[in-house]
C-alpha cells in the first residue's frame, strides 16, 4: 500500500496554484479496461485535451483531500512517492517515474532508457530553445524532448530533500510526438522498438547538418570503410545524436566459382538480432546470448538467389558476411522476439554484462524489457546509471530493491532491446 501526493499544475483566477491530492493506491494487475476508461475519463477533464490518453497500466481506487497553494506552474504536474533508499538519487542523473497516458508503457520505457544515456541527456538538458538558436534550430520534437528530459530533472531534484521521488505526466510530448507520427495516435498497444527507431530517426533530422532538399548522390565509390565513413558524413548523416547511436557495418559478397569478393558499406543505428525459438533445428537446450548472436549476425550466409559477379561477368552462387567496422558510442541491440506471423519468440537470453566490438569496450546500462504475449503485454525497464545498483522503471513505479538474481532472470526471460556504453578501461560491477 503506497501513499502518495500528486501535484498538478494549473490556473486558478490568473494565478498559479496546485491540487495535493492525498491518494491510497491499491495495486493489482495492469490492462484493466474498466479503470482505464475512468482513468482517461479524469485525465480528459483534468487537461482538456484529446490527446492525452487514457489511463494507465494499474488498477488505482482513489481517496482524494484536494489543497492549494501557490507553485511554479513551468514545473508541470509531479507526484511525491516515498523510497527505501533516497540516497542513490543523489548522483546525476535524478531519475523520477513517469504516468501511464494509457498504453504507454511503450514511451515510459523508452523514454527511461534514453534518458539513462548520460551524453544524450546532458546534450538535451543544455539545448536551447529554437527562437534562442542562430539558425532557428532545435526542431519540435527535439525541444519537447528536452523540455520533458528538464522537467524529469527539476523534478528529480525537488524530489531530493522529502527523500522522495516523483511521478510527471509526459503528456506535452506525447502530444507532440502524435502530432508529427499519427499512426501512435490511438490508445494502443504499440511496440517499443518502433517507436525508438521513429523518435532518433525525428530528432536526428531535426538536428542532421545535412538537410533532405541537399543530399548529394553518393557518385563517388569509396575504397575502404574510412572513406566510406568520411562520404556518409558529408552526404547523409551528421548530427549529434548519429554521433552517438550510429556504427559503420561492411558487407563482404564472395563468389563461390572464383572466390572474387566485393566490398560495401553501410550505417546502422540498431544491431537487428534474429532469435530462434527453442524447439527449432533442435537447439533448445543449447545456452544463447548476446555475445552469440552477434557472432551469428556476422556469420557467412549462403544466399538462395545467384548474384551478379564482377569478375565471372554471370551470376553465380555467392555467400554474404556483415562485420562491423565502425563501432558507436551507444550501441543499441535489438532482440528481434517478434516475427512477421505476429507471434512471440520467448527464448530465454543471456544477456551479457561486456561486449568488445572492433576497438571498443561496451558496459552494458539499461535494457527495455517485455512481460506477455505478442497481443498483449507490458513494457518495463532497468536501468543502471554509474556506481549504482540496477534501478527497475515500471510506469510510475521505480524499485531499487533490484537483487542481481532478479536483474539476471528479468534480462534472460524479459530482455528486448538492450543499451551498451562504450567505456574506457574500467567495467562497473552488477552490484
Not at 546534450?123 to 523540455?147: C, E, M, V
Not at 499519427?182 to 527507431?197: I, K, Y
Not at 569478393?261 to 532469435?275: A, D, T, V
Request: glycine content about 6%; overall charge negative; hydrophobic content about 30%.
Amino acid at each position: 500500500m503506497v501513499f502518495e501526493i500528486e501535484i498538478t499544475s494549473c490556473e486558478y483566477e490568473g494565478n498559479s496554484c496546485v491540487n495535493l491530492v492525498n491518494q491510497q493506491h491499491n495495486h493489482k494487475g495492469r490492462h484493466d479496461d474498466d479503470d482505464d476508461q475512468q482513468h482517461e475519463q479524469r485525465l480528459r477533464s483534468e487537461h482538456n485535451d484529446d490527446c492525452s490518453g487514457g489511463g494507465g497500466g494499474n488498477d488505482v481506487h482513489h481517496d482524494e483531500q484536494i489543497i492549494k497553494e501557490e507553485v511554479d506552474s513551468s514545473e508541470g504536474p509531479m507526484t511525491v512517492v516515498p523510497v527505501s533508499n533516497p540516497n542513490i538519487f543523489y548522483d546525476e542523473p535524478k531519475f523520477v517515474g513517469l504516468k501511464n497516458l494509457g498504453n504507454t508503457c511503450y514511451a515510459n520505457s523508452t523514454l527511461q532508457a534514453l534518458y539513462g544515456s548520460n551524453k544524450l541527456r546532458q546534450y538535451l538538458l543544455n539545448l536551447q530553445h529554437p527562437s534562442t538558436t542562430a539558425g532557428g534550430g532545435g526542431g519540435r520534437i527535439q525541444f519537447k524532448l528536452s523540455k520533458l528530459f528538464q522537467q524529469m530533472h527539476q523534478m528529480g531534484n525537488k524530489a531530493l530533500s522529502t527523500n522522495r521521488y516523483a511521478v510527471i505526466k509526459p503528456e506535452e510530448f506525447i502530444c507532440e510526438f502524435r502530432l508529427i507520427k499519427p499512426q501512435f495516435v490511438r490508445n494502443e498497444q504499440h511496440d517499443a522498438q518502433e517507436f525508438l527507431t521513429i523518435l532518433l530517426e525525428c530528432i536526428h533530422q531535426e538536428d542532421n547538418k545535412i538537410k533532405k532538399n541537399k543530399l548529394a548522390k553518393l557518385n563517388v565509390e569509396p575504397k575502404n570503410a574510412q572513406e566510406a565513413w568520411q562520404l556518409h558524413l558529408e552526404r547523409v548523416d551528421n548530427s549529434f545524436y548519429s554521433r552517438l547511436f550510429v556504427g559503420q557495418s561492411e558487407s563482404v559478397l564472395e563468389c563461390f566459382e572464383c572466390k572474387h569478393s566485393s566490398l560495401s558499406w553501410s550505417s546502422f543505428w540498431q544491431l537487428n538480432l534474429h532469435l530462434k525459438n527453442d524447439n527449432e533445428n533442435g537447439n533448445g537446450d543449447r545456452e544463447l546470448s548476446i555475445q552469440q548472436c552477434i557472432q551469428e549476425y556476422m556469420a557467412w550466409e549462403i544466399l538462395n538467389d545467384a548474384t551478379f559477379c564482377e569478375n565471372c561477368q554471370r551470376k553465380q552462387k555467392s555467400r554474404k558476411r556483415l562485420t562491423i567496422c565502425r563501432a558507436p558510442h551507444y550501441l543499441i541491440v535489438h532482440l528481434k522476439r517478434f516475427t512477421h506471423t505476429g507471434s512471440k519468440i520467448t527464448r530465454k537470453v543471456t544477456i551479457n554484462q561486456t561486449l568488445e566490438i572492433c576497438d571498443k569496450k561496451y558496459d552494458i546500462y539499461s535494457c527495455i524489457l517485455h512481460r506477455g504475449t505478442e497481443t498483449t503485454g507490458h513494457y518495463f525497464t532497468l536501468v543502471r546509471p554509474y556506481y549504482h545498483s540496477w534501478l527497475l522503471f515500471d510506469d510510475e513505479s521505480i524499485s531499487n530493491d533490484t537483487q542481481k538474481e532478479w536483474v539476471e532472470h528479468w534480462l534472460q526471460n524479459y530482455s528486448y532491446i538492450c543499451f551498451y556504453r562504450a567505456v574506457a578501461n574500467k567495467v562497473i560491477a552488477w552490484n
